[in-house]
Structure formats: structure tokens, C-alpha cells
């Protein structure tokens, strides 16, 4: 059984990086959009580009940019939809495949702050597409709320970090003292 190809797919060959122009600009059409959104349980996404540059370091191929996005999700307590937009900036390491596996397990790996995406690539070809999307569903709000999420989870009972918290309970405990 074959993967399917990725919804954001665009192929850069590695031995076309010293002749092409730099930055580059992609775009997602809306089809993409459409597949994307889908993808990532987003409610819609109005928009998606990215421009980057890409260089050569020895094997390792390292991409730098910043993407663009305008998307809607649903609220994590109410569902209705919360805008988001996004301008984010990436440094993206490619690295060979083989060297990857070929890494012991156990072995520690140190990352500095401009090393913090690494993803693998295999024969003479990486997918910046899948990168820029995998990197767009990095960079949103992981907990999207709307503005009566607040109100929402107060009814229901949720209690806020306050409330919740450590000296929450020591306040309550005062309170049944009298002091």
C-alpha cells in the first residue's frame, strides 16, 4: 500500500539548490487549504504561503523562512470558531535519512535554539511543502478560545488555575479556620 502524496507537496531537487533563486515564495491553493484544514481539524484556512531560502551544509540541507497563514479553529470549549493569523519564522534542517537510522538509539543529541526542526529526506529530494504545513501546525494555538470560553467554563464547573491551584486550597483551608 502506497502513502499518499502529502496536500501541500513541492518537490525541491538538491541538485538544483546552487542555480535557484532565493527567496522563494510558495502559495496553497484553495484545494490545498481545503486539505490541510482537514487535516489538522482546522475550521477553515483562508490563506498559507511561506518564502524561504535554501541552502546546502555538507549532506544537510537547511531551509529558512517565514510562513503565513490565516485559519480559524474551533473553540476547546465551545466549538465556535476563533481567528488566528500566523507569521512565523522557521530554520528547518534536513538531514539524510540513512543518518538518522544509523544513530544509536541511546545517544544523546544536542540542539541548539537555531536547530529545533529536524526532519529526514531520502534520495536527492526534499518536500518543503510538507514542511511549511507541519510547521504552520507547530506554530497555532494548541488551545484556541472564543470569547465566551471563560463564561462557558465557569458554568460548567471548570475551575480556573486559580481556583485550582495549590494555594487555592490553602485559602479555603484559612477561610474554615476563622483567621
Known amino acids: 500500500m ?17 542555480r535557484l533563486e532565493w527567496p522563494a515564495t510558495i502559495t496553497a491553493d484553495d484545494a490545498e487549504r481545503a486539505a490541510i484544514a482537514s487535516r489538522f481539524s482546522f475550521a477553515s484556512l483562508n490563506q498559507l504561503e ?11 540541507i537547511v531551509a529558512t523562512g517565514r510562513v503565513r497563514a490565516a485559519l480559524t479553529q474551533p473553540c476547546i470549549a465551545t466549538g465556535e470558531p476563533v481567528a488566528e493569523t500566523i507569521s512565523e519564522e522557521f530554520l528547518i ?45 507547530l ?30 486550597a490553602l485559602a479555603a483551608l484559612k477561610g474554615k479556620t476563622g483567621q
Open 139 to 168: 506554530a497555532v494555538n494548541p488551545y484556541p478560545r472564543s470569547e465566551g470560553a471563560e463564561v462557558y467554563l465557569r458554568e460548567a464547573g471548570v475551575l480556573t488555575e486559580e481556583q485550582a491551584g495549590p494555594f487555592a
Open 50 to 60: 511561506a518564502e524561504y531560502s535554501i541552502e546546502r551544509e555538507g549532506k544537510d
Open 2 to 18: 502506497t502513502a499518499s502524496p502529502p496536500e501541500f507537496s513541492r518537490i525541491v531537487r538538491l541538485d538544483e539548490i546552487a
Open 93 to 137: 534542517r534536513f538531514i539524510p535519512e540513512t543518518e538518522q537510522q544509523s544513530g544509536a538509539d541511546d545517544e544523546e543529541i544536542e540542539l541548539d535554539a537555531e536547530e529545533c526542526d529536524i526532519l529526514t529526506y531520502s534520495g536527492n529530494r526534499i518536500n518543503i511543502g510538507e514542511a511549511i504545513a507541519e510547521t504552520l501546525a
